[in-house]
Nanobody
Framework: QVQLVESGGGSVQAGGSLRLSCAAS????????MAWFRQAPGKEREGVAH??????YYADSVKGRFTISRDNAKNTLYLHMDNLKPEDSAMYYC?????????????????WGRGTQVTVSS
């Protein structure tokens, strides 16, 4: 059982930066896929980025602006977001998939956090 707790959301003006954190606990191993998703009101959930044993994945909408990373010693996943745009406003969720490591899924994760809100004003 993995518990995930996100933090770091907030309100920022367009062009600004934020760093989201996701503290993971309850699982002995660190070799599993982790991801960030987001969902804006009235829109479908979108996979933003994921990281595992292979190369990180980024959605086209955030490529070049967002960076996903993890600190296994701290059991923490990060999402550094630069040059934020109003369309980045959403609830951001951390997710973990303890069944995969080398090849991460873009959608199928078995543990989820409760989310942290990001609001970008123009």
């Amino acid at each position: 059982q993995v518990q995930l707790v996100e933090s770091g959301g907030g309100s920022v003006q367009a062009g600004g930066s934020l760093r989201l954190s996701c503290a993971a606990s309850g699982y002995t191993y660190s070799n599993y896929c982790m991801a960030w998703f987001r969902q804006a009101p009235g829109k479908e959930r979108e996979g933003v980025a994921h990281i595992g044993g292979g190369s990180p994945y980024y959605a086209d909408s955030v490529k070049g602006r967002f960076t996903i990373s993890r600190d296994n010693a701290k059991n923490t996943l990060y999402l550094h977001m630069d040059n934020l745009k109003p369309e980045d406003s959403a609830m951001y969720y951390c997710a973990a998939d303890t069944r995969r490591w080398i090849y991460c899924s873009r959608e199928d994760y078995n543990y989820w956090g409760r989310g942290t809100q990001v609001t970008v004003s123009s």
